[in-house]
């Protein structure tokens, strides 16, 4: 599996890093524009992320415009259908029903409020059938 990991607080990337490692590469960035352009590239490259974890609240680009863009790569790619498209989860300390709602209109997968858990992770990996 290949996962990319949008975070800009050290320790939360950190920690997601370590979390997800054991179940793939993991790529990780500090910025949106980063996260967009590592997806193109993995888009343009064939190796395609399983899996995306974004923050909203990030330098350069947020959460939701990142994933608008992941999107719109994966369309642009032909790989929009739901078999091969990314699965990506906000992990965030925005819980308000604005931003929940907004990340599903905007095709996100899975929704994990911070403080995170191994626990959380592994729940929402196994509901999007990334594990078993």
Same mark, same amino acid.
């Given at each position: 599996m290949k996962?990319?990991i ?6 939360a990337?950190?920690l997601l @890093? ?5 179940f793939?590469? $993991?790529?990780?960035v500090v910025?949106?524009?980063?996260? !967009?352009?590592? +997806?193109?590239?993995? %888009?343009?490259?064939?190796a395609l =992320?399983?899996? $995306?974890? /974004? #923050?909203?609240m $990030?330098p350069e680009? #947020?959460? *939701?415009?990142v994933l ?8 642009? =790619?032909g /790989?929009?259908?739901?078999d091969?498209? %990314? &699965? !990506? !989860? ?8 604005n931003? +929940?709602m907004? %990340? +599903? *209109?905007? @095709?996100c997968e899975? =929704?994990? +409020?911070?403080p995170f858990? &191994?626990?959380?992770? /592994? &729940?929402?990996?196994?509901?999007l059938?990334?594990?078993?």
């Amino acid at each position: 599996m290949k996962i990319l990991i949008l975070e800009d607080e050290l320790t939360a990337r950190l920690l997601l @890093q370590k979390m997800l490692s054991e179940f793939g590469d $993991v790529d990780a960035v500090v910025n949106g524009r980063e996260a !967009v352009e590592m +997806f193109e590239e993995s %888009a343009q490259n064939g190796a395609l =992320y399983n899996m $995306v974890c /974004l #923050d909203i609240m $990030v330098p350069e680009m #947020d959460g *939701h415009e990142v994933l608008r863009r992941i999107r719109t790569i994966e369309e642009e =790619y032909g /790989l929009d259908g739901l078999d091969k498209r %990314a &699965k !990506v !989860v906000m992990i965030t300390a925005l819980n308000d029903q604005n931003n +929940f709602m907004s %990340a +599903f *209109h905007e @095709q996100c997968e899975g =929704y994990i +409020f911070k403080p995170f858990s &191994k626990e959380k992770i /592994l &729940k929402t990996m196994k509901q999007l059938g990334l594990i078993d």
